[in-house]
Nanobody, 124 residues
Framework: QVQLVESGGGLVQAGGSLRLPCAAS????????MGWFRQAPGKEREFVAV????????DYADPVKGRFTISRDNAKNTVYLQMNSLKPEDTAVYYC?????????????????WGQGTQVTVSS
């Protein structure tokens, strides 16, 4: 089992940047595929980005491709989401999640553990 804690959220102006760390504790961090999801008010939780166990493979949702970067530091048990060129439509609660499987996936149902989320608000 793994426990996940996100941080780094806040209020930022459109065009700005934020970096979200997600710290993991418990079972060996490198045993998990790690993903980021987000949920805006009144909307379903949606996929944002995913990174493989080694960090060698990544995938991004189309709305964030080219603006967001997912990375991980297995020595620090942390996954990051670097968000640049933020837009008001990026406003949401951002969640990190851990998948015990071997392959990267965009499917929310694949993920076994979730953090509590961190609020990101982008003003226009």
């Amino acid at each position: 089992q793994v426990q996940l804690v996100e941080s780094g959220g806040g209020l930022v102006q459109a065009g700005g940047s934020l970096r979200l760390p997600c710290a993991a504790s418990g079972r060996t961090f490198s045993s998990y595929v790690m993903g980021w999801f987000r949920q805006a008010p009144g909307k379903e939780r949606e996929f944002v980005a995913v990174i493989s166990r080694s960090g060698g493979s990544t995938d991004y949702a189309d709305p964030v491709k080219g603006r967001f970067t997912i990375s991980r530091d297995n020595a620090k048990n942390t996954v990051y989401l670097q968000m640049n060129s933020l837009k008001p439509e990026d406003t949401a609660v951002y969640y990190c999640a851990a998948d015990e499987g071997w392959n990267i996936s965009r499917l929310r149902s694949r993920y076994d553990y979730w953090g509590q989320g961190t609020q990101v608000t982008v003003s226009s």
